[in-house]
């Protein structure tokens, strides 16, 4: 066997102990700490409205975790958009995307976007966005791997001084 093919071998090996199933409301504490994990911050209030919003507004999100021998790994957030921001097609943005620090380089990650570019597939989304900071190495190299490259959009933003807002 070529080192290439066993190479995918041990890749599907891996995937495969790797269960993606949508979001509850009971992972509220593990999506936290997933991504406590990547940001270096608790967000309990950010992820409890995101999870309140998959659970009420399932037509505009698609919230996935990712298994591992029964532990909630990794987690992946995305909204969908029907011509927001002047865009005609259908588009999804990842507005979180994590795993567990002790998961890493196991295809936590790869399982959750593909099972997210297989739910988007069947909802007819053509384009799938995302941000990320510019110095995030490591999740820059990962969305290069899934396909990702830059947009033809350009994010822009503006500090704005609260104590001076004309400023």
């Known amino acids: 066997m070529r080192a290439e093919d066993q190479a995918d071998s041990n890749s599907m090996e891996m995937m495969d102990r790797v ?7 009971d992972d509220l504490d593990a999506v936290v700490a997933i991504d406590a994990t990547s940001t270096g911050h608790r967000r309990p209030h950010y992820f409890k409205r995101m999870l309140e919003r998959t659970v009420k507004e399932a037509d505009f999100q698609i919230s996935l975790v990712a298994e591992v021998d029964g532990v ?3 987690c992946v957030i995305a909204t969908l958009f029907y011509g927001e921001y002047g865009v ?6 990842i507005d979180a995307v994590g795993v567990l620090q002790e998961y890493r380089r196991q295809h936590v990650a790869r ?3 593909r099972q997210l570019r ?3 597939s ?3 989304i053509e384009t799938l966005r ?3 900071r510019w110095d995030d190495f490591e999740l820059l190299r990962f969305l290069k791997s899934e396909g990702f490259a830059p947009g033809t959009r350009l994010c822009l933003e503006r500090s704005i001084d609260p104590t001076n807002p004309e400023s």
């Open 72 to 74: 909630v790994a990794g």
């Open 19 to 25: 269960i993606v199933r949508t979001m509850r409301e």
């Open 88 to 93: 005609l097609e259908p588009a999804a943005s």
């Open 118 to 120: 297989l739910n988007l």
């Open 122 to 124: 069947a909802l007819r």
């Open 130 to 132: 995302t941000e990320v």
């Open 111 to 113: 399982a959750l976007v």
